[in-house]
């Protein structure tokens, strides 16, 4: 059976995006590669130029397509406590068959760094910048509206939450036992936060 001629760019994106996720890098092959974009070898290579090529893409899409939108969905208005409860309980509540985004696609790639070409860190250390940024963002909004008392400055209190938010995503891959996630970020605020209400 032949390939389409047409070529959608991000349906392409998404279909990799996918299997990235769930294989990573290493363990997706060109063949595959090839199947989830539906192009020929050629057609992938011009493109793309090579596999790490379509990483970078992807990790790009990834950025733009789920990331940014995760932020503003939920930092970007509302109670600002809540807000950021949801921010990091949104990431691991995925059906069975798609278990494998429990862990932020930022947080895969960072496992792989060192096969990826230098760009791909420069993307993961700008996402984490801008996901701290978000995160600082909301805790000076709840503090500002006394809903929150980090027991941190304010800088220091999202930084650990953006550290705590990569190893969650690496816990919620591990054992994504939704309940013991929900309980453990409960207690990381209320230790990062000291939130009054």
Same mark, same amino acid.
């Given at each position: ?26 363990? &997706? ?12 070898? =050629? ?7 090579? /596999?790490?090529? $379509? ?12 990331? +940014? ?7 970007? &208005? ?20 798609? +278990? ?9 790639? &960072?496992?792989?760094?060192? $096969? ?10 700008? @996402?984490?910048?801008?996901?701290? +940024? ?14 929150? @008392?980090? !027991?941190? &400055? ?8 953006? !550290?705590?938010? $990569? =190893?969650?995503?690496?816990? @919620? ?12 970020? /409960? ?8 939130? /009054?209400?």
């Amino acid at each position: 059976m032949g390939r389409h001629t047409s070529f959608n760019k991000d349906k392409a994106l998404n279909n990799a995006l996918a299997l990235f996720w769930s294989r990573g890098f290493s363990a &997706s092959s060109l063949r595959q590669l090839e199947e989830a974009t539906d192009l020929h070898p =050629g057609s992938l290579y011009h493109h793309f130029k090579n /596999k790490e090529g $379509l990483y970078l893409h992807v990790l790009r899409y990834y950025i733009e397509h789920y990331l +940014q939108l995760r932020i503003q969905k939920y930092l970007g &208005s509302g109670p600002p406590l809540e807000g950021l409860r949801r921010f990091l309980t949104a990431g691991y509540r995925h059906p069975q068959d798609m +278990q494998y985004q429990n862990c932020c696609f930022l947080a895969c790639t &960072s496992t792989e760094l060192h $096969l990826l070409p230098d760009e791909a860190t420069k993307l993961v250390r700008q @996402a984490v910048n801008t996901i701290q +940024q978000a995160l600082l963002t909301q805790v000076l909004k709840g503090t500002e509206k006394n809903l929150i @008392a980090p !027991s941190l &400055s304010s800088t220091d209190a999202a930084r650990e939450l953006t !550290s705590f938010f $990569l =190893g969650l995503q690496l816990m @919620a891959r591990i054992s994504p036992n939704q309940h013991q996630l929900d309980l453990l970020v /409960k207690q990381s605020l209320g230790h990062i936060l000291n939130p /009054k209400t």
